[in-house]
C-alpha cells in the first residue's frame, strides 16, 4: 500500500465512475474524508488507466466496476497490473457475497455498497488515505461464508496483538505507537502474518483476523 500523505500535503483521488450523479455524490464525499483533496474523473476503463499510467501519485482510486469498456473484475485487474500498490475502493451496487469476495482477492483495498450510509464511505476513506483499511460490517458479514486464504502457520502472541490492531485500521504507525515498538517490526511482523495467513493485503488479513483475534465490528 502507498504511505499516507505527508501532513499538509493534499491528496489526490482519482473517481471512475461513469454515472454523472454518482460521480457529483463522490466529489462532495471525498473532501469530508479528506479536505483539501484534489479529484479526478474517469468514466472508461480505457480513462482509468490511461490517468494511473500517466500520473502515478494518486493516493487512491475509488472504482465502480461497472465502467465503460470494463468486464466483471478486468479495470480492477488491470490496476494491480499498472499501479499494483494505488489503494483502490471499489464501490458498488453489486451486493452478491461471491463477487465481493472476488474483488478482494483481486487486490482491492475495500469494498463499500453504493447502499452503505455516506458516513461508512468517508470513514473507509480516511481510515485508507492515513495507511490502514477499512471493511463495512455489512461486506464482513456477506464474506464470513467464504474463506480467503489458506494459513499455513501459526501465528505468535506478538502477532495477533498486530493482526487484531491491522484488522481495526489501524496503519504500521500507528500500531507501532500502540505497542511501542518500531515501526519497521511491524512490518516485519506484518509481512510473516501475510506468509502464514495466506494472504496478500490488509483487507484479506483483517478478515482472516476474526479466527484468531476479536476484532469489534464497524
Do not use: W
Request: with cysteine.
Amino acid at each position: 500500500m502507498n504511505e499516507p500523505a505527508k501532513p499538509g500535503a493534499a491528496c489526490r483521488v482519482l473517481i471512475a465512475d461513469d454515472h454523472p450523479l454518482y460521480c457529483d455524490a463522490l466529489r462532495a464525499v471525498v473532501p469530508q474524508a479528506s479536505p483539501g483533496a484534489q479529484v479526478g474523473e474517469a468514466a472508461s476503463q480505457a480513462e482509468v488507466l490511461a490517468a494511473v499510467t500517466a500520473d502515478s501519485t494518486f493516493d487512491l482510486v475509488i472504482l465502480d466496476l461497472n465502467l465503460k469498456g470494463a468486464a466483471g473484475l478486468s479495470c480492477l485487474t488491470a490496476l494491480r497490473r499498472v499501479a499494483p500498490t494505488t489503494p483502490v475502493v471499489v464501490v458498488s451496487a453489486v451486493d452478491d457475497p461471491k463477487i465481493m469476495r472476488q474483488v478482494i482477492l483481486g487486490g482491492a483495498t475495500a469494498y463499500v455498497p453504493k447502499s452503505a450510509p455516506r458516513q461508512v464511505l468517508i470513514n473507509a476513506l480516511r481510515a485508507i488515505l492515513a495507511g490502514g483499511s477499512y471493511m463495512p460490517a455489512e461486506v464482513i458479514s456477506a464474506l464470513r461464508e467464504g474463506r480467503v486464504a489458506q494459513p499455513s502457520g501459526e501465528l505468535t502472541l506478538r502477532q495477533k496483538k498486530v493482526l487484531g490492531l491491522l484488522a481495526r485500521g489501524l496503519s504500521n504507525k500507528q500500531i507501532a505507537r500502540t505497542l511501542d515498538i518500531s515501526e519497521i517490526t511491524v512490518k516485519a511482523h506484518v509481512s510473516a502474518i501475510y506468509r502464514k495467513l495466506g494472504v496478500a493485503n490488509r483487507v484479506q488479513a483483517g478478515l482472516e483476523a476474526r479466527r484468531f483475534v476479536d476484532v469489534p465490528e464497524n
